[in-house]
């Protein structure tokens, strides 16, 4: 008994010690520092006492240079298992990889994979769950899977009475909106929701929008905090300071993402394989292109497309310095050259396509060569739609 009793006094000493500490060193020079929800401690670990939570994490949850994970431990948080995404928790796993359950090695906790034969956590997942913490950094593109793997946890929690707190990230394509509008017939892992390519919010700014638009199953409601931001400007382009995923290594892939993403619905390499992926694209028989890479296999593209064959094409890299002078950001020129110069007639187009567009009409367009204004032209309603929905969610000043 004195051994138990001394614990109870020490304990609650040194949890409050380490959060004291923690808020101290986050809070010098915050007045003008970008602060992700995550770093926010003060604000949320008072939420979290007493609470048996459960963490949707990746490699990109970190607090300075320590895990997210990790900090909640430190602090006492009763953490007791962690959902892990695309990727996986450490995050090094192939796109499109199925991710398995098991044991974290460097924590110890559990893993239950939401990549892999499930990817909604089942009532099993959280039957001893009071709260379901939300920390992984988006790129603010409708085909990039955290937004979607975010919108089945919010409906599983809602199911299952549990609540939900997303920690805010910025999003480092915030500053514009534009591509089509995804039509319901067309919903998928890649894109569940009717937003465009491009869609200028943070995560937690989109689950608000799939709460308060009834996008969950039965149009279930979340109970759903965001840990907002402070000091963000979305009409700022963010450098993270983690790559995202593998294949996303530099803030030129994260801005070239968006356009580039659509060869993967093609038969042309974006780089998937190289030392610069979503930086260059090509393909063996484009030999009009002034760069030529041979894509092989490696971590993060275990089975890269074209791998051991010399693909020509472009360079990209650089082109993300100059995006305050562009005209487009999310840019169709390249896809419609290779197409041109290629044919569309010799199976250039895969039927993964229509799932990343997400509509039917944008390869009729692009393989019948209509021009960049025209095609952005024809989902100009749609976008217009969307930004008068988009406006009703949003927690930080828009972009001019």
Avoid at 97 to 114: A, F, P, R
Avoid at 199 to 210: A, D, F
Avoid at 282 to 300: D, Q, T, V, Y
Wanted: overall charge negative.
């Amino acid at each position: 008994m004195v051994h138990i009793l001394r614990l109870s006094i020490i304990f609650p000493l040194i949890f409050f010690s380490l959060t004291a500490c923690l808020q101290e060193s986050l809070q010098k020079g915050d007045e003008l520092m970008l602060l992700s929800g995550a770093r926010q401690t003060s604000i949320y670990i008072p939420l979290l006492e007493g609470k048996k939570v459960g963490l949707v994490a990746n490699h990109s949850s970190f607090i300075g240079s320590t895990h997210l994970a990790d900090t909640l431990l430190t602090l006492g948080v009763d953490i007791k298992r962690v959902f892990a995404p695309e990727h996986g928790f450490r995050g090094m796993a192939d796109a499109g990889e199925h991710i398995k359950d098991g044991i974290d090695t460097i924590s110890g906790l559990q893993v239950v994979s939401l990549y892999g034969s499930n990817r909604k956590p089942n009532a099993e997942d959280l039957r001893d769950l009071n709260v379901i913490i939300f920390d992984i950094q988006d790129v603010g593109v409708r085909f990039y899977t955290f937004i979607s793997t975010l919108s089945y946890v919010m409906e599983a929690a809602a199911e299952q009475d549990i609540e939900v707190i997303v920690f805010d990230r910025p999003n480092p394509n915030g500053f514009y909106i534009d591509g089509p509008v995804m039509e319901d017939k067309y919903s998928s892992f890649v894109g569940l929701h009717p937003v465009p390519v491009v869609y200028g919010m943070t995560i937690g700014e989109y689950g608000r929008m799939v709460n308060g638009e009834k996008w969950l199953a039965n149009g279930i409601n979340c109970n759903l905090t965001i840990i907002p931001l402070k000091n963000y400007d979305r009409s700022e382009l963010y450098k993270l300071p983690v790559k995202p995923s593998p294949n996303l290594p530099s803030w030129q892939s994260v801005y070239l993402y968006p356009s580039l993403c659509l060869f993967e619905g093609t038969i042309v390499s974006v780089g998937r394989g190289t030392d610069f992926p979503f930086t260059v694209y090509g393909h063996p028989r484009f030999h009009l292109g002034s760069f030529a890479f041979i894509p092989e296999p490696g971590p993060g593209a275990k089975h890269p497309k074209l791998a051991g064959e010399q693909c020509y094409g472009q360079n990209l890299n650089g082109y993300a310095n100059h995006y305050k002078e562009v005209d487009s950001h999310f840019n169709l020129l390249w896809i419609l050259s290779a197409c041109k110069y290629i044919g569309a007639d010799s199976g250039f187009f895969n039927s993964y396509f229509e799932k990343l567009v997400g509509n039917g009409k944008l390869r009729e367009q692009i393989s019948s060569g209509m021009d960049q204004k025209d095609i952005k032209a024809s989902w100009q309603d749609d976008l217009n739609t969307f930004k008068a929905i988009r406006e009703k969610y949003l927690l930080y000043e828009d972009f001019d």
